[in-house]
């Protein structure tokens, strides 16, 4: 379970393509994987898992291109209908079991180890590429950026669904927590089970599911009943009161619009749940819709930061116990998908994105003139990924990580709404207005794209990676 977040595929009948290292992988009972090189390709194999066996089909090109058994093989062990992955069934003798190879699965990678966990010799060039290869997905993030990118999974193989969420790390647990919402229902009002949890040593996982933290049958509002909308899930920790507050967009749909636009608040002892109910409100007296948090690292001081209406962002100061507002202290322009972060210099920067239903968009950066959030005038400093999509990505949160030096280092978390990969959907063609039957459908298959910002001269910026490893931008 040691490959990274949308790394190597573990299992399931998906096509698999990572565009940056020229992946192509179809894992289920028969898998074919390409991997090219620098120079050289290697060759196509068609792997299948049966216990201990693997087979090699070769009639794919005609015979050719394939390893054969005896490549695969170590040099001087049997080989029989097993290969000499299973060679220590044929030992009699406790020498020849210790030094035999067996086969041992890493995710969907077959490996050839002795007792000892030492890897066999391979005597060909290709097999030792596929274990470079190997080595090198460890401990990396493998960006979701069109229909054709590998769903994440956790580390029991299952879809990873935290969607519109938040990071929070733990210190005294050394483990990063990933709220986020549950998978989306197929269906009209885009409902979800709740907020799923899930918690990792590293952002590249593997991560582990702690299950659904926050149900939405635990919302209560007088006159409404279930089923509720929750999304945008983002956490806390109150230092004074030593909870973790969970605050959320609550809404219904009501005339194919949303017809509560209310907040709502939820704490627990424990980051891993389960969340209490606390209140559903209207935060300072205003609707509201798309929201996130900011804790200032200065003085734990924590924001709200919400759409009132769709007309105007309210920025409001959160009480001492997280639990409620006190008060617009600033506003900018309508836009979504809000989230603020602070620069080690007192710089306050938001990354926004515009109102687009699902779809994605030019993303946005704005900078705070001034030392605090009280009122500064908000300068809209461009689209710091250069593209009209933003990698068809909306943003979730930016999370600040210390690095090896002390530095504060920013992580980007974006969502893949309607661009995602795994389920099987086809392309969406046409127009916006035109797909709008479709989106329900496309959001069971919802990704995400994770990236470090990159400071410049005037903001800071964003690059595609494909594939990057979180250790080596956090020098550890």
Known sequence: AGTGVGGVPRRGPLWRRMVGVGLVVLVGAGAVLQVPGAAAQLPRLLWSKTGNRVYQDQAEEGGEGGLS?????????????????ASCNACSTPACLENCCRLQWKGSMPLCKRADQTFCLFPTED????KRWHDEVEGKIFNCYDEDCSPWLDDQDRRIEAHGGSVLY?????????????????????????????????????????????????????????????????????????????????????????????????????????????????????????????????????????????????????????LTTTGIISTLEKCEGMAIFRLDNGTYYMLASHMTGWFPNPMMLFRAEGSTLDDPRWVHVGNPTLSNSSFNSQPAFVLPVKDARGYTVFIYGGDNWVHGGG??????????????????????????????????????????????????????
Not at 244 to 270: E, F, I, N, Q
Not at 424 to 453: N, T
Request: proline share 6%.
């Open 127 to 130: 097999a030792l590429r596929l």
């Open 170 to 322: 733990v210190k005294k647990e050394k483990l990063y927590y990933w709220y986020g919402e549950s998978a989306k229902a197929i269906g009209p009002y885009k409902t979800s089970e709740g907020v799923n949890c899930y918690s990792a040593s590293s952002l590249a996982g593997p991560w582990t599911l702690h299950g659904l933290v926050f149900s939405e049958t635990k919302v209560q509002v007088d006159g409404e009943e279930p089923p509720f909308i929750l999304e945008r899930p983002k956490v806390l920790y109150n230092r004074r009161t030593k909870r973790y507050v969970m605050w959320l967009h609550l809404d219904k749909r009501k005339d194919h619009r949303y017809g509560l636009r209310r907040a709502a608040v939820a704490v627990s002892r424990s980051p891993r749940g389960p969340f209490s109910f606390v209140h559903a409100l209207h935060p300072d007296g205003e609707n509201s819709l798309d929201l996130s948090l900011f804790q200032d690292p200065q003085d734990y001081t924590a924001y709200l930061v919400r759409s009132i209406d769709n007309q105007y962002i309210g920025i409001s100061r959160l009480s001492e116990d997280y």
């Open 423 to 476: 389920r099987g959907f086809k392309r969406i063609e046409g127009k916006p207005p035109q797909l709008h039957r479709e989106v329900r459908d496309r959001l069971v298959s919802a990704g995400y794209v994770w990236l470090p910002l990159e400071l410049t001269q005037t903001g800071f910026s964003l690059r595609p990676h494909t594939a990057w490893s979180p250790n080596d931008i956090l020098g550890l």
């Open 69 to 85: 058994m005896e490549g695969m093989c170590s040099t001087g062990m049997r080989i029989d209908d097993t290969c000499c992955l």
